[in-house]
């Protein structure tokens, strides 16, 4: 069972910092620094807990992002 979470924290980790290099490079584009960035990124591992509560009662996709609340981050 331990080979299930080494696998499934692993997936989460190599997308997770594939999207984050992606949204550190797009943010430096327009001159915004990765660390001012980071400070912006914390709304969404906060609605983590709420699309594991979504996923286990059977909601995905379409219908979860419909009935998650979102926060929209300050502007910058």
Known sequence: MSAVYD??????????MAGLAHAFTLAGA???TAK?????L????????AIAEGMAA?????EFV???E???????
């Open 66 to 68: 419909r009935t998650t």
């Open 30 to 32: 327009e001159g915004v």
């Open 58 to 62: 059977g909601h995905g996709g379409a």
């Open 7 to 16: 696998l499934a924290m692993l997936s989460f980790f190599h997308s997770g």
């Open 36 to 40: 001012d960035l980071m400070g912006h």
């Open 70 to 76: 979102t926060r929209r981050a300050p502007a910058v």
């Open 42 to 49: 914390g709304v969404i591992v906060e609605i983590f807990p």
